[in-house]
Each structure stands twice: as structure tokens, then as C-alpha cells.
């Protein structure tokens, strides 16, 4: 048996109330408030990590991928104009600038050629020791080439674009296109032909004379011819009877065929009667350029 004094319901100093037995003088002890736990603290991200202070997002390698090129845009631009506006650089002209450039240098180079020429036959004549009839077969000659000048009565035809807005003028055509309105090099032809046919005896077009081995061309609405470019209106001087040769232009299947786009589509045609005139002599050079068999 155990002895009463360590009994835990006994009421002796220093053993614990009973639970079921509290004095009726003393208040039960209220339940103390449980503590919330405390969050654990993130880790600190470590340097060299995805998301870490060391590391480069993708963004900021775009952003100086994107500098660094436009660096090097600036740096090639600035390397390319060394100094000038490379908008307004000689360089660059235009294509129509370049031509017609070197159109009047061409027509510069003509003019000096033909005076040199003059020198020179000037200088033959003074002591050339040929005979009389000599160099009236080669006046003859001179004359039938054109390189002299022509002097006589003269008809000048000209021809010209339509205007850009025209319209058909007659019933039953259809409205243009616009090759319709423009001149084409086998209009210009056309003239030349009809003029020789009508007996002429030298032609100029524009300011150059025709030889027999000159070309009438056109690109686009431009005429080429022996090295120079004008654009329209177009002009053809021809020396020889006028009668005949404006017989021959009306008689011409090709230019009848353009005098229908004359009148419907309002096509550039004027002929007139110039009185007596001077042709110039044909200045340009006159060797013979052929393609050559490659060896």
C-alpha cells in the first residue's frame, strides 16, 4: 500500500490540485493563445544564378545586341560619306542627267571635230598636187556624203507627243493607250524615208545631218542619234524640191497610218515650206564600227 502523504488527490502542501477538485475560492487559469509560426525567410539568390544579380536576362542581351548594331550602322554611313552629303553627291546623278551630260559633250566634241576638219582641208587645198579634176570629183563625192554643206529650197516636218490626257476624237476608235500618244522611231522613219524617195537631196534632223550610215532611234520617247539625245518635238529639214517631197510624205502607207492617230488621238504633224536654206555639213566621224568575230 502506498502511504496517503504521496497520494496526488491529497490536498498536502506541494502536490498538484486535482483536476476534478479545484477550491471553490480560486478562479480557474485561462488557456494561453498559441503562437503562429514564423515564415521562412527566402533564400537570398547567389550571384552567377538564373534571376541572380550576376546573371543577363534575355532582354538585355536583346537591348544590346540592337545598340550594337545601330552603332554599327552609324559607324558604315559615316565611313561611306567621309565627310559629304551622299544625298546630293555628283556620283549619283541620275541616269537622264548622266545622258543628256554626255549628249552635250558629244555635240561639243562635233563641233570641234567638224572645225578641225575645216583646218585640215584648208591646208590640202593650199598644196595637195592634184589636178583640176581631181577635186571636183571630190567636191562631188564630198557633197554626195554629207559632209558638206547644202544649200536650197527646204521643207521642215515636225512631229510631236499628244497630249497626255487626250482622248479618242472620232466615233469607233477606242480610248488611247499610251503608246498611242507618243512618237516612235519608225514615225521619224518614216519621214526620212519618204523624203529620200521624194528626191532629197540632204537631210538634217534636229541639228545633225544624215549620212548614209546615220540611225534614227528612239528609247522610250527619246531620240538617239549619232551619239546625242533629244526629246520631242522632233524637226526634219530636207533640201530638195518641195512639190516632190511633200508628194512623197502624203503617199507614204506609213505615215498615212500615223496621220490616223493625228486626227483621232491628236499626234504632232506640221509640214512647212522653209525658202531657201543651208544644210550643215555632217561633222561627227565616219570610220565604219562592226562587231568582230571573237578568236
Sequence with gaps: MSNSA???????????????????????????????PTPPTPPTPSPGRRGGFGGFR??????????????????TSFTTAKGTNIRTDASLLKLSDLIQERSQKNGELDETNGALRDDVES??????????????????????????????????????????????????????????LVIH??????????????????????????ISTSAVRCVGNTLILQGRVYSPPYK???????????????????????????????????VTEDGTVTLPGYSGTVDLHYAKPVK
Excluded at 8 to 35: C, F, I, N, Q, V
Excluded at 58 to 75: D, E, I, K, N, Y
Excluded at 147 to 167: E, F, I, M
Excluded at 186 to 205: E, M, P, R
Design 58 to 75: 534575355p532582354v538585355r542581351l536583346l537591348t544590346m545586341g540592337v545598340f550594337a548594331l545601330a552603332g554599327l550602322l552609324f559607324f
Design 123 to 180: 591646208l590640202a587645198e593650199a598644196d595637195d598636187g592634184s589636178t583640176q579634176a581631181q577635186d571636183d570629183k571630190l567636191a562631188g563625192l564630198e557633197k554626195s556624203a554629207g559632209t558638206q554643206r547644202l544649200k536650197g529650197r527646204a521643207v521642215t516636218v515636225t512631229l510631236n507627243d499628244a497630249p497626255p490626257n487626250a482622248t479618242a476624237k472620232l466615233p469607233g476608235y477606242p480610248e488611247p493607250q499610251p503608246d498611242y
Design 185 to 210: 522611231q519608225q514615225d521619224l522613219q518614216a519621214v526620212v524615208n519618204a523624203l529620200w524617195q521624194g528626191g532629197a537631196q540632204g537631210i538634217k534632223v534636229m541639228d545633225q545631218r544624215l
Design 6 to 36: 504521496d497520494s496526488p488527490r491529497t490536498g498536502s502542501t506541494g502536490s498538484a490540485p486535482d483536476p476534478g477538485h479545484d477550491s471553490p475560492s480560486k478562479s480557474p487559469a485561462a488557456p494561453e493563445a498559441a503562437t503562429p
Design 236 to 270: 526634219i529639214q530636207a533640201v530638195g524640191d518641195p512639190e516632190k517631197m511633200q508628194q512623197a510624205l502624203a503617199e507614204s502607207p506609213a505615215i498615212q497610218n500615223y496621220m490616223v492617230y493625228v486626227n483621232v488621238y491628236g499626234l504632232g504633224w506640221k
